[in-house]
């Protein structure tokens, strides 16, 4: 497995502004994904984010409101944009090298809006 | 659509006593499973997975088994220890995609000392 860090580790933001969030991996990996955790809930994938391409959005969550970046294989930024307190939730990302279907989770960004 | 769901939102074991989770899932073409661990205030850890060609898969003190049949699987932890109070999820192989999952609701899993 590799280290998988995220930044902010947590944050508190007012509504109708924006927050990026990174994560940051310490070995080149095929995939990385996007997930959001609701308070008490399981996970749910935003979107796959593709190396030096558009990301992949699920159904229900759309670029403009979760606009993703990937400039290389190790590295992506996550965007939740103009938030609402119904975005409050933990921000999850994931990699997986592509060899098998393992897939590893950074620490979470837990994010409140007010 | 595919699901995956476990049995028991909360579960809670007397520390030295096995548990064991419960999985369902819908799609029978699933064919490679995940648990995790998760924390409070962390990610989900990988504990084990588990291929469909496969019934069972141990880890240290972790077993996995899995019943294509009734489209279930389980995961046992042994000699159960405070430090494996968390929540455990199971999650599957989406059948759209070779490296997507879905994951199940979650169980809670409380030690008592």
């Known amino acids: 497995s590799a280290v998988i860090s995220q930044k902010p580790s947590r944050d508190i933001c007012q509504r109708g502004t924006s927050l990026t969030i990174q994560c940051q991996v310490d070995s080149q990996v095929t995939m990385m994904f996007w997930y959001r955790q609701q308070p008490g809930q399981s996970l749910t994938l935003i979107a796959t984010?593709?190396?030096?391409?558009?990301?992949?959005?699920e159904s229900g969550f759309v670029i403009d409101k979760f606009p993703i970046s990937r400039p290389n294989l190790t590295f992506s930024t996550l965007t939740v944009s103009n938030m609402s307190p119904e975005d409050s939730s933990i921000y999850l990302c994931?990699?997986?090298?592509?060899?098998?279907?393992?897939?590893?989770f950074g620490p979470g960004t837990r994010l409140t809006v007010t | 659509g595919e699901s995956v769901g476990l049995h028991l939102p909360t579960l809670s074991v007397q520390e030295g006593d096995n548990s064991i989770i419960n999985c369902a899932y819908s799609n029978s073409a699933s064919d490679y499973f995940i648990w995790y661990k998760q924390e409070s205030g962390k990610g989900p850890q990988f504990i084990i997975d588990?291929?469909?060609?496969?019934d069972k898969r141990q880890g240290q003190r972790v077993t996995v088994l899995l019943n294509k049949t009734v489209k279930h699987l389980s995961l046992q932890i042994a000699a159960t220890q405070p430090g494996d109070s968390a929540v455990y999820f199971c999650a599957a192989r989406r059948e759209d995609s070779s490296y997507k999952l879905i994951f199940g609701s979650g169980t809670r899993l409380l030690v008592r000392p």
């Open positions: 588990i291929r469909s060609n496969m």
């Open positions: 994931s990699v997986d090298w592509g060899n098998s279907y393992e897939q590893y």
């Open positions: 984010a593709n190396q030096g391409s558009e990301a992949t959005y």
